[in-house]
């Protein structure tokens, strides 16, 4: 089975231009969160889809970040415009049980991004 | 709001010898579970060990077990015969049920080197 998957693996972009970062979770799996760690600090929370629709997105940023998953399957976050403080590592997760999942969530291997 | 604190941001340990990473945390919520995350160098996320905090017993696996102090919210992993295998960033995460979004908690991280 494969695992959960992201793409690029590291992009390296300028301040003002937009980025996509894509990623696929495991199949089957109804649960799919993005998750970051900004330099050295802790992984936070981004937002959780539940097939497509969005069950929290308490942790967004601000508007500049945009999620989705549309057909419910591999899910994009795009970043427009980047800022320097985007900087940093983007993990994606999926897990399998429906609604409020306390199950397992298996991580991707995270898009390290990088704005100058 | 939840929080997760690991006070160890290093940690080394000879290989064979057993080591003690702590994490405390802070949560108004009843019922929750707990993680040990662990990030090998270059390799992606994988689940270590998990704890519902509504089960008294520490819960194990093989060369991993958990100090789980519910009272003092404190969830210390202990891995005994270490391996060189076993070098890698740890995090410890906690997940409230009381929201039903299956959102993590990360604690810092502890980064492990296991010595030959």
């Known amino acids: 089975e494969a695992g959960v998957t992201q793409f690029p693996s590291h992009s390296v972009i300028e301040k003002g231009q937009t980025v996509t970062l894509r990623c696929d979770p495991i199949?089957?799996?109804?649960?799919l969160y993005w998750y970051r760690r900004v330099m050295g600090k802790e992984i936070k929370f981004l937002l959780h889809?539940?097939?497509?629709?969005?069950?929290?997105e308490s942790g967004m940023p601000n508007n500049r970040f945009l999620a989705e998953r549309t057909g419910g399957t591999y899910s994009t976050l795009k970043v427009q415009p980047a800022e320097l403080e985007d900087s940093g590592v983007y993990f994606c997760?999926?897990?399998?049980?429906?609604?409020?999942?306390?199950?397992?969530?298996?991580f991707g291997p995270g898009t390290r991004l990088t704005v100058l | 709001a939840q929080t997760v604190t690991q006070s160890q941001p290093e940690m080394s340990v000879q290989e064979a010898e057993t080591v003690t990473l702590s994490c405390t945390y802070d949560?108004?919520?009843?019922?929750?579970?707990l993680f040990w995350y662990k990030q090998p160098p270059s390799r992606q996320m994988i689940l270590v060990i998990r704890?519902?905090?509504?089960?008294?017993q520490n819960a194990t696996e093989n060369r991993f077990s958990v100090n789980f102090q519910k009272a003092a919210k404190s969830f210390s992993l202990k891995i005994s015969d270490s391996q060189l295998g076993d070098t890698a960033m740890y995090f410890c995460a906690f997940m409230g049920i009381s929201s039903n979004t299956g959102k993590l908690i990360f604690g810092q991280g502890t980064t492990l080197q296991v010595k030959p």
């Open positions: 704890q519902e905090a509504y089960k008294q």
């Open positions: 997760a999926s897990s399998q049980a429906k609604g409020g999942s306390t199950d397992t969530q298996y």
């Open positions: 889809f539940v097939k497509e629709s969005k069950q929290d």
């Open positions: 949560t108004s919520e009843n019922n929750y579970y």
């Open positions: 199949s089957g799996h109804d649960n």
